[in-house]
């Protein structure tokens, strides 16, 4: 840690995306508060991730950070947070079939309540009121826009329930109850690909079934005393984008060697928050946690080396992960270069893929969406530019999410996929009050197809075979 940075200094550069609270001393005492609660993670588990980012970077794992654009105080359900972190372990077990690596697991959960917002104010039915900043800030309800500080305290604790409800799944047998054929492929119109899918499911579920039959998970359930056993616990990180400077810094634990930011095991700084001089840039650059950086095509070549050399000034590995998010249609300009500036500095980082934030449009029906196609394109891209630039992917970084509703149909945000979900389908089941998120099946479509990458690369296969898998989700050619 620097000599010259606390927890505070931050305080004196400039601060993008502020929220302006119209009682300050109300503000000072949730401040206050939140200071003497417990920390939501231990400094032990924030060094585990390191070391195992520096697995990623190695490439001796690959690393999954997805989860909701913004999460709500009324999603903290147990059905939503069940169906999220199962679709996490589901995805996971898929790429590791493909890639034969460890997955390392960051859930944007248990904290990302706010958003950045590029207006301070939006027009509602004719009257402008303050933009919604995520219920960690205001209200959803026009008339609730004023920022009111006890919502920090209520993200506290809706986090704190949360991280409760995860631990306790995975620390009492739940992600050894994702079988691979209790999966349902009937939403896949296209029969080369269902076959596709299914050939890979049954390999993955026979290689499950080998390995409880030689004896790799003997003992008895975890509820009459058994152990968990290799594939009934996992570990799983949380992470949110630090914007509220306020909060972390309330929620920073540490001495004068190390400061660790105890509100969640990862954090990344936002395209909208990556100022040199910055308010954010000089909290990140004291705090212990691996932190991300959102890369996107505004960003200079030597900006991103002199942001790097900030925040990991000593080159440490498993510190930095940088997180690209172009667009489709702009990723061959942008990323090549972005790599060969990073390898130039001999800084060490994770390489992972955004593929959603730059590929958002409106629909004819007047949705925000995305669509699958675009989103396969710069994944697609971003594999091929690593290779050709003596780089590799180190991960994927998604907004998804495994909700259905009462009659058991997911989420209808995103179009195409194996669904080919249309845009006058959009309308039966958009929740997202964010960004538009995958669904469980459109999920499964980008591990499918992650894991028959890495499985054909492993193997060694030929880049000039035609890939079914790829052309019939309109992705492009590697």
């Known amino acids: 840690m620097a ?33 003497t609660l417990p920390p939501l993670v231990t400094p032990s588990e924030i060094e585990r991730l390191r070391y195992q980012l520096g697995l990623v970077q190695r490439n001796e794992a690959f690393l999954l950070h997805a989860g909701d654009c913004a999460e709500s105080f009324d999603a903290c359900t147990n059905q ?51 933009s919604f ?17 006890q919502r920090l305290l209520s993200a506290y ?29 009937s939403h896949v119109r296209s029969p080369s690909l269902r076959k596709e899918f299914e050939t890979i499911v049954e390999g993955l579920s026979d290689a499950l079934d080998f390995s409880r039959t030689i004896g790799a998970e003997t003992s008895a359930p975890y509820e009459r005393g058994g152990g968990r056993g290799t594939l009934g616990e996992v570990d799983l990180y949380t992470s949110h984008e630090g914007l509220m400077l306020d909060y972390e810094e309330a ?33 990140f650059r004291g705090i212990r946690n691996p932190i991300g950086i959102k890369v996107g095509p505004s960003m200079a070549k030597d900006e991103l080396v002199r942001l790097l050399d900030i925040v990991n000034p000593s080159k440490d590995i498993g510190r930095i992960t ?40 409106t629909s004819s029906t007047g949705y925000k969406t995305r669509h699958f196609s675009a989103i396969i394109g710069e994944i697609t891209s971003c594999l091929r530019i690593h290779t050709e630039t003596g780089s590799r992917l180190g991960g994927i970084s ?53 894991s028959n990458h890495f499985k054909k690369e492993r193997k060694g296969s030929k880049g000039g075979e035609r890939d079914v898998l790829y052309s019939e989700l309109g992705g492009r050619g590697l």
């Open 133 to 149: 900043r995520g219920d960690n800030v205001n209200g959803l309800d026009p008339n609730d826009r004023t920022p009111d500080p």
């Open 3 to 35: 000599s010259d940075w606390t927890p505070s200094s931050w305080k004196s550069k400039p601060i993008a995306q502020d929220v302006q609270y119209p009682d300050p001393n109300k503000l000072a005492g949730v401040l206050s508060k939140l200071a």
């Open 398 to 450: 998604l907004e998804f999410t495994g909700e259905l509703n009462d009659e058991g149909f997911s989420v209808t945000e995103c179009l195409g996929g194996s669904m080919e979900l249309s845009e006058e389908q959009l309308g039966l089941r958009y929740q997202s009050f964010c960004d538009p998120r995958l669904n469980f099946e459109q999920s499964l479509d980008v591990a499918f197809l992650l």
């Open 251 to 283: 929620l920073t634990r540490g001495s004068s060697s190390d400061y660790y930011n105890t509100s969640a095991h990862f954090l990344w700084i936002g395209d909208r928050t990556r100022q040199i001089g910055g308010a954010h840039v000089e909290y």
């Open 157 to 185: 604790f809706h986090s704190t329930a949360t991280l409760n409800h995860v631990r306790g799944l995975l620390t009492s047998g739940f992600a050894s109850l994702h079988s691979p054929r209790d999966w349902s492929l």
């Open 322 to 361: 940088l997180i690209t998010r172009y667009g489709a249609d702009k990723i061959d300009i942008h990323l090549a270069g972005h790599i060969e500036a990073v390898q130039k500095s001999q800084h060490p980082v994770i390489w992972i893929c955004d593929p959603m934030h730059g590929n958002t449009l």
């Open 80 to 130: 939503n947070i069940s169906a999220k972190i199962g679709l996490i372990l589901s995805f996971s077990l898929i790429l590791i079939w493909g890639a034969r690596l460890p997955v390392v697991r960051i859930g944007r959960i248990a904290g990302q309540y706010a958003k950045p917002r590029s207006s301070t104010h939006e027009t509602i039915a004719g009257k402008q009121v303050l």
